[in-house]
């Protein structure tokens, strides 16, 4: 295989170990840490630094959608704020 190929497999990997570890947290109240991390470390292709700077960005991902769709819905608050 040349490195390309190679290159769209290992980003389809990652994709689908995304998609994987999202479904099951939003089953199962799993954080992506548990899953995510270890597989990260597992493949070996990250050192553990930018593994943890990788994970770092999906949180900031997933807070800003959660937070986006939140918004999206105009929730109220019954108590006021003091």
Known sequence: M???S???LILILYF???LVAS???AVAGLGGEVIIKPVL???GHFDLPTIG???ASIVLSMATVSLLK???ED???NKPLV
Do not use: C, Q
Request: avoid cysteine; proline fraction near 0%; glycine fraction near 8%.
């Open 23 to 25: 479904i099951l947290g």
């Open 70 to 72: 939140i918004r999206k």
């Open 53 to 55: 700077v990788l994970y």
């Open 75 to 77: 929730v109220k608050l």
């Open 41 to 43: 470390d597992l493949f």
């Open 2 to 4: 040349n490195s390309t």
């Open 6 to 8: 190679e290159m769209i």
């Open 16 to 18: 689908i170990i995304g």
